[in-house]
Nanobody
Framework: QVQLVESGGGLVQAGGSLRLSCAAS????????KGWFRQAPGEEREFVAA????????YYADPVKGRFTISRDNAKNMVYLQMNSVKPEDTAVYYC?????????????????WGQGTQVTVSS
């Protein structure tokens, strides 16, 4: 498995921006696709964005399309989530995930490594 550590969460006003980072360690020589998921209180964990190992293929959940951008730097073993024009409904704990296959996927069940999460709170 890969160890993942998220950072960059915090409190931001609606309309503002935030950049989440995820550092990977462990079996990083393997070609892992990466994803971001989020979980609000009382809700199930939901897909946000995913990126293939090459970085060419990206998927986004409909609520974040046009506002969030996922990217990665394989040389640094990092993946990022740039969050722009944030809304109060984006408030959640955001999790980074990895799967030991190059192709990106959107289901939580497709990922076998998870970070501890970082809190994002958007005030109105």
């Amino acid at each position: 498995q890969v160890q993942l550590v998220e950072s960059g969460g915090g409190l931001v006003q609606a309309g503002g921006s935030l950049r989440l980072s995820c550092a990977a360690s462990g079996r990083t020589l393997s070609r892992h696709a990466k994803g971001w998921f989020r979980q609000a209180p009382g809700e199930e964990r939901e897909f946000v964005a995913a990126i293939s190992w090459s970085g060419i293929t990206k998927y986004y959940a409909d609520p974040v399309k046009g506002r969030f951008t996922i990217s990665r730097d394989n040389a640094k073993n990092m993946v990022y989530l740039q969050m722009n024009s944030v809304k109060p409904e984006d408030t959640a704990v955001y999790y980074c995930a990895a799967r030991p296959i190059v192709d990106a996927r959107t289901r939580t069940a497709d990922y076998d490594s998870w970070g501890q999460g970082t809190q994002v709170t958007v005030s109105s």
